[in-house]
């Protein structure tokens, strides 16, 4: 007997991996927000951490499967949103951000609202064409993900002995607020989608891709502090790299232009 042919409202089973790696990242997400409740806050930066990862995935393997399509885009921003937007600021808020009171939901509410605004600013330069090339090396703002796990920071500093943070909530709560502004602001962001490296470089990557998996399986949370620091400290070079760019662009005349690809 001859297989049925596809029905025109089926699907292709490839086109759904994308959005259930979306999904099972949102669950990662609110995950964190019951873990944050029972008072297991390592698990809770651990979740957060685990959404991340997923939400660089989801997007790759949907162009991979070529499975992508407006609903899967609508979807991954809507769980963006919650992951790296409310559910960041609820963990911190229940770590040490209510011993400020009203000023601690108000630091939550800028946190949100903060992330809302960044997604929302890059779906909309999504849309915009007339960019110059190199412009796809640069982020504008820090990312919503990388944003949620800088501003978890705090609590790895806690679990390798800076105990005294969980007390300085007036502290906890500037640097949160900082971190909220850095992902509205237009300050530009290194975006490593278009880097390339020589082939000469590629077993030095590898021996540091494993070393470091290994610091991080020994040193989880050290490793968490280090590369939060580390992240914060190439912004400088990504300001002063942005500004080489647009020199050379603006001496070399007008530039080729290319959509925006990079995910946030």
């Given at each position: 007997?001859?297989?049925?042919?596809?029905?025109?409202?089926?699907?292709?089973?490839?086109?759904?991996?994308?959005?259930?790696?979306?999904?099972?990242?949102?669950?990662?997400?609110?995950?964190?927000?019951?873990?944050?409740?029972?008072?297991?806050?390592?698990?809770?930066?651990?979740?957060?951490?685990?959404?991340?990862?997923?939400?660089?995935?989801?997007?790759?393997?949907?162009?991979?499967?070529?499975?992508?399509?407006?609903?899967?885009?609508?979807?991954?921003?809507?769980?963006?949103?919650?992951?790296?937007?409310?559910?960041?600021?609820?963990?911190?808020?229940?770590?040490?951000?209510?011993?400020?009171?009203?000023?601690?939901?108000?630091?939550?509410?800028?946190?949100?609202?903060?992330?809302?605004?960044?997604?929302?600013?890059?779906?909309?330069?999504?849309?915009?064409?007339?960019?110059p090339e190199?412009?796809?090396?640069?982020?504008?703002?820090?990312?919503?993900?990388?944003?949620?796990?800088?501003?978890?920071?705090?609590i790895p500093?806690?679990?390798?002995?800076?105990?005294?943070?969980?007390?300085?909530?007036?502290?906890?709560?500037?640097?949160?607020?900082?971190?909220?502004?850095?992902?509205?602001?237009?300050?530009?962001?290194?975006?490593?989608?278009?880097?390339?490296?020589?082939?000469?470089?590629?077993?030095?990557?590898?021996?540091?891709?494993?070393?470091?998996?290994?610091?991080?399986?020994?040193?989880?949370?050290?490793?968490?502090?280090?590369?939060?620091?580390?992240?914060?400290?190439?912004?400088?070079?990504?300001?002063?790299?942005?500004?080489?760019?647009?020199?050379?662009?603006?001496?070399?005349?007008?530039?080729?232009?290319?959509?925006e690809t990079?995910?946030?």
């Amino acid at each position: 007997m001859p297989f049925d042919r596809p029905s025109r409202r089926s699907l292709p089973l490839r086109s759904l991996a994308p959005n259930i790696l979306t999904v099972l990242g949102l669950c990662a997400g609110l995950t964190g927000v019951q873990l944050a409740i029972q008072d297991r806050f390592d698990m809770a930066v651990l979740a957060i951490a685990v959404a991340s990862i997923i939400d660089t995935l989801d997007g790759r393997v949907a162009r991979l499967l070529k499975g992508t399509s407006k609903f899967g885009a609508e979807l991954d921003s809507l769980s963006d949103f919650v992951n790296f937007g409310v559910t960041p600021a609820l963990i911190l808020y229940l770590w040490t951000l209510q011993d400020l009171g009203g000023l601690g939901w108000i630091i939550v509410l800028g946190f949100a609202v903060c992330g809302a605004l960044r997604l929302a600013r890059f779906n909309t330069a999504l849309e915009t064409a007339d960019k110059p090339e190199w412009s796809v090396r640069f982020f504008t703002g820090v990312p919503a993900p990388a944003g949620a796990c800088l501003s978890l920071l705090p609590i790895p500093l806690f679990f390798i002995g800076w105990e005294w943070l969980r007390e300085a909530s007036f502290l906890v709560g500037l640097y949160t607020s900082g971190i909220a502004f850095l992902m509205i602001s237009r300050i530009p962001t290194f975006s490593l989608k278009r880097a390339h490296i020589g082939r000469e470089m590629v077993l030095p990557i590898l021996l540091i891709a494993g070393v470091g998996a290994a610091a991080v399986v020994g040193y989880p949370w050290l490793m968490y502090v280090l590369t939060g620091l580390g992240y914060l400290s190439l912004i400088p070079f990504s300001i002063l790299s942005h500004r080489r760019y647009a020199a050379q662009s603006a001496l070399s005349g007008p530039a080729q232009t290319a959509e925006e690809t990079i995910t946030s």
